[in-house]
């Protein structure tokens, strides 16, 4: 399974991005997707995540700015993220864990390439 992330850019603080991220390659189902960050020199963190359940959890730096969602028939995740603020910055990962058609793979977790995201004052 590979994800592809895509949405990231160069945006003015206060502006919105859309992040996407794509799963391919034998998906059977998606039980956990999740948005993380890295700023430069700053560990990875989870920035949202969204169960089967539609439970959803947002990290308290952006909690009522961002908003986590999928859409399943394209097996694709977004991040919208309004009033983006300079500590926004970072490289952007998505994360999705599920279960492969392929039963020789069974259970899979996979991370996108990462796509860039800075926000100028």
């Known amino acids: 399974v590979q994800l592809q992330a895509s949405g990231g850019g160069l945006v003015q603080a206060g502006g919105s991005l859309r992040l996407s991220c794509t799963a391919s390659g034998g998906v059977e189902s998606i039980n956990r997707m999740g948005w993380f960050r890295q700023a430069p020199g700053m560990e990875r963190e989870l920035v949202a995540r969204l169960g089967s359940g539609d439970d959803t959890y947002y990290a308290d730096s952006v909690q009522g700015r961002f908003t986590i969602s999928r859409d399943n028939t394209k097996n694709t995740m977004y991040l919208q993220m309004n009033d983006l603020k300079t500590e926004d910055t970072g490289v952007y990962y998505c994360?999705?864990?599920?279960?492969?058609?392929?039963?020789?793979?069974?259970?899979?977790?996979?991370w996108g390439q990462g796509t860039q995201v800075t926000v100028s004052s």
């Open positions: 994360n999705m864990r599920g279960y492969s058609t392929d039963s020789s793979i069974g259970n899979f977790g996979a």
